[in-house]
């Protein structure tokens, strides 16, 4: 078996904020990073949609050589990932894996909220599918979920507003109208890999004592933690300590943001799924 590079899918930047982590923590090993520039963003998309393009992303990094490709976007994740592990997987390669990040995300949950109520800021796809409500049920029944879709933070992002006024206006109309919504809520989960990016903002605005979640750290220890659990897999990953870049849109546009989100210089090549 040929070994490969772990391939981490987003439909922009936002999954960089979770390669990051899981670079971090695992430098040793190669990374293939595609985003669905040209396409996104995924969150307003309908669940045919956001499922045709994200397995047609998936089955690229499969013929890149990866044998294990991490959705770095929630809304793939809740839309698509199912799916494609139960109908794609088994029919293209049952020896590859495709992992999302909502099931790391919520496992810390319960660990963390007092009260037992706890808010999603997510895009409107994540919101309106459910996804973390039903998972949180399975895991911990008695805590209450609010789910808060947040339409403009992704397009603030991937426009580089984040840090601007204008960004003051949408994000504290949002956390303001998820606390009106449930006053109880002690945590509030970042559904969205894009969100860290608005954090500054997000903080200025969410009431003191409030415990923001980041999916990042966890999404990356939650993959070690695989990767120790399955050592053949473990074994078809290349160890070289690269990462490569591919964009569906404009090389030089990616490169040019993805260096924010990244801290540093980034290459990337445009690709057609
Ligand atoms: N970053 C993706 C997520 O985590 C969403 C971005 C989009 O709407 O395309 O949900």
């Known amino acids: 078996m040929d070994k490969g590079p772990i391939g981490v899918f987003d439909s922009g930047y936002g999954g960089l904020t979770i390669l990051r ?6 430098p040793q090993y190669d990374y293939l990073y595609l985003g669905d520039n040209a396409r996104a963003p995924y969150g307003t998309r309908s669940f045919d949609v956001v ?7 998936v089955r690229y990094l499969f013929g890149q050589g990866c044998h294990l490709v991490i959705l770095a976007c929630n809304t793939a ?17 049952p020896h590859r894996r495709v992992l999302g990040v909502i099931r790391p995300t919520v496992e810390i949950v319960q660990s963390i909220s007092q009260t037992r109520h706890v808010g999603i800021m997510a895009t409107p796809g994540t ?8 998972e949180i049920a399975k895991l911990c029944p ?21 840090d601007k006024p204008g960004a003051d206006y949408f994000v504290s109309q949002r956390i303001e109208s998820l606390l009106r919504r449930d006053p109880l809520i002690d945590s509030i989960i970042l559904g969205c890999t894009h ?23 966890y999404v990356a220890q939650s993959l070690k933690d695989y990767l120790h659990r ?8 290349t160890r070289g300590g690269s ?24 290459e990337a090549e445009r690709v057609q799924l």
Not at 51 to 57: G, L, N, R
Request: hydrophobic content about 35%; aromatic content about 8%.
């Open 142 to 162: 008695d805590i209450k979920v609010t789910g808060e879709a947040c339409p403009m933070w992704v397009p603030l992002v991937e426009n580089e507003e984040y």
């Open 127 to 134: 919101i309106r599918s459910r996804t973390y409500e039903l």
């Open 77 to 93: 994740s809740a839309k698509a990932l199912r799916t494609i592990q139960q109908k794609d997987l088994p029919r293209l390669d």
């Open 51 to 57: 499922y045709e393009f994200t397995s047609q992303a």
């Open 243 to 266: 990462v490569r870049f591919l964009t569906t849109e404009q090389a030089e546009t990616f490169q040019k943001k993805a260096t924010i989100f990244m801290g540093g210089p980034v």
């Open 21 to 26: 982590e899981i670079c971090g923590l695992m």
């Open 230 to 237: 399955h050592s053949g897999m473990e074994q078809s990953i």
């Open 195 to 217: 969100y860290p990016l608005l954090m500054g903002k997000i903080r200025q605005y969410m009431p003191q004592g409030i415990h923001i979640i980041e999916q990042g750290g």
